[in-house]
C-alpha cells in the first residue's frame, strides 16, 4: 500500500515562495504520475499539479499555470511543488496522491496524507 507524506507548507507574504515536499512509500509504488491537490476549508479538493513518472510530463490547473512548477526525484520517490508569485487565494491544505492519468482528475485515493497548510497572508 502507497503512503504519503507532505511537508514544506507554512505562512507567507503574498508575492512569497514555498517548496513542497511529498515522499511516497510502499512496496507497490509505481505510479503512472504523481499529483498536487488542495482544499480550503468549506471547499471541495481540486487538483493542482501532476507530473508523469516516466517521462515528466506536466500538466498544471489554470489557476497556477506560470507560478507553480511540479517536479520529482524517482530514486527519492519524492515530488516537490515550488510554488512563487503566491496569492492569498492559494492558502488551503496541500495534499499528494499517485494518479492514473496526467490531466486534473482527483484520484480515488484511500490513503491521504494529513497534507501541509499553506497560508498566503495579503
Known amino acids: 500500500q502507497v503512503q504519503v507524506v507532505e511537508s514544506g507548507g507554512g505562512l507567507v507574504q503574498a508575492g512569497g515562495s514555498l517548496r513542497l515536499s511529498c515522499a511516497a512509500s510502499g512496496r507497490t509504488f509505481s505510479p503512472y504520475a504523481m499529483g498536487w491537490f488542495r482544499q480550503a476549508p468549506g471547499k471541495e479538493r481540486e487538483f493542482v499539479a501532476a507530473?508523469?513518472?516516466?517521462?515528466?510530463?506536466?500538466y498544471y490547473a489554470d489557476s497556477v499555470k506560470g507560478r507553480f512548477t511540479i517536479s520529482k526525484n524517482s530514486a527519492k520517490n519524492t515530488v516537490y511543488l515550488q510554488m512563487n508569485s503566491l496569492k492569498p487565494e492559494d492558502t488551503a491544505a496541500y495534499y499528494c496522491a499517485p494518479k492514473k492519468r496526467l490531466g486534473p482528475q482527483i484520484p480515488d485515493f484511500g490513503s491521504w496524507g494529513q497534507g501541509t497548510q499553506v497560508t498566503v497572508s495579503s
Open positions: 507530473i508523469s513518472w516516466i517521462g515528466g510530463s506536466t
